[in-house]
């Protein structure tokens, strides 16, 4: 199986904003429902975002309305607009199915958001 391979991230001062990107495998990104999730230092992995084949979408409390996932199926390409970020919001973030069951993680993308 071919890995994600995200990219975007960076360091940014609270209340920017970045743009994360994550490229799949078209067998896999193909009518699955995709995630971003987030690992901070000393915690466990958390799902930010999903988005269906068909573009539905669901968010966790902590990043709903400040974030937004979408994604170009032909491109078999994932994106997560994050604005108004906060200093909590600095973790490693990776993408995968929805559940994460079918493919092995990426090395996921940094982002750290600076007081």
């Known amino acids: 199986q071919v890995r994600p391979v995200e990219s975007g991230g960076g360091l940014v001062q609270a209340g920017g904003s970045l743009r994360l990107s994550c490229a799949a495998s078209r067998n896999i990104f193909s009518g699955s429902t995709m995630g971003w999730y987030r690992q901070a230092p000393g915690a466990q992995r958390e799902s930010v975002a999903r988005i269906t084949w068909r573009h539905d979408t669901g968010y966790s409390d902590s990043v709903k309305g400040r974030f937004t996932i979408s994604r170009d199926n032909a491109k078999n390409i994932l994106y997560l607009e994050m604005s108004s970020l906060k200093p909590e919001d600095t973790a490693v973030y990776y993408c995968?199915?929805?559940?994460?069951?079918?493919?092995?993680w990426g090395q996921g993308t940094q982002v750290t958001v600076s007081s």
């Open positions: 995968n199915t929805s559940p994460p069951n079918r493919i092995a």
